[in-house]
């Protein structure tokens, strides 16, 4: 199962709403997560069967789909989600992760 | 508080072999399944390969099957993964990730902790 990302980067404001797509090459049911990732650090789960959020992270992260297309949608951009964002898909081997969105500071 | 610590990367000659350890400790090791996974430098994370709590359930990515065998001994709260006839395109951070995917419920595999990598390169 190959997972495409969109759009590969963007740049945004601090307050702006961002979405993050992630197109599956078969349908995944729900099984998808989302993972934010900064320089030199691990990947940090966000969000899991596609809508579920992780504990502890903030509510301005939301997911949603379900099927082949998915989105992470970020409420209000804050100064901490300046980060690479992966999604996953979860349910049979091999797991693949989509190419990742960079979200930069406008 | 759940800790994953990986050692025994380095730098290796291609064709050679390298033996990655992962310490686990803050939670009931032998309850869930664990994974590899591996990133190269700018790229996306790519999944190498995970075992259940039993290792009875193991499963590899395409581009090392054959090459690389991962194994657990749950005793002593670890994970390892031998990596042999390594290649320049090993070249990369392997991380090793606990799952929420236990003996009480698995339902999908999602990370919800990783380890600090550690760096393995393959060039001669």
């Not at chain 1, 939301?62 to 970020?74: K, Y």
């Not at chain 2, 994370?45 to 090459?67: F, H, L, T």
Request: charged share 15%.
């Amino acid at each position: 199962i190959q997972l495409t990302q969109s759009p590969s980067s963007l740049s945004a404001s601090v307050g702006d709403r961002v979405t993050i797509t992630c197109r599956a090459s078969q349908g995944i049911s729900r099984y998808l997560a989302w993972y934010q990732q900064k320089p030199g650090k691990a990947p940090k789960l966000l969000i899991y069967v596609a809508s579920i959020l992780q504990s502890g992270v903030p509510s301005r992260f939301s997911g949603s789909g379900s099927g082949t297309d998915f989105t992470l949608t970020i409420s209000s951009l804050q100064p901490e989600d300046f980060a690479t964002y992966y999604c996953q898909h979860l349910n049979s081997y091999p797991l693949t992760f989509g190419g990742g969105t960079k979200v930069e500071i406008k | 508080e759940v800790q994953l610590v990986e050692s025994g990367g380095g730098l290796v000659q291609p064709g050679r072999s390298l033996r990655l350890s992962c310490a686990a400790s803050g939670f009931t090791f032998d309850d869930y399944a664990v994974h590899w996974v591996r990133q190269a430098p700018g790229k996306a994370p790519e999944w190498v390969s995970g075992i259940n709590w039993k290792s009875e359930s193991i499963g590899y990515a395409d581009s090392v099957k054959g090459r690389f065998t991962v194994s657990r001994d749950n005793a002593k709260k670890s994970l390892y993964l031998q990596m042999n006839s390594l290649r320049a395109e090993d070249t990369a951070l392997y991380y090793c990730a606990k799952t929420t995917c236990s003996r009480a419920s698995c339902y999908a595999y999602f990370f919800d902790y990783w380890g600090q990598g550690t760096l393995v390169t393959v060039s001669s």
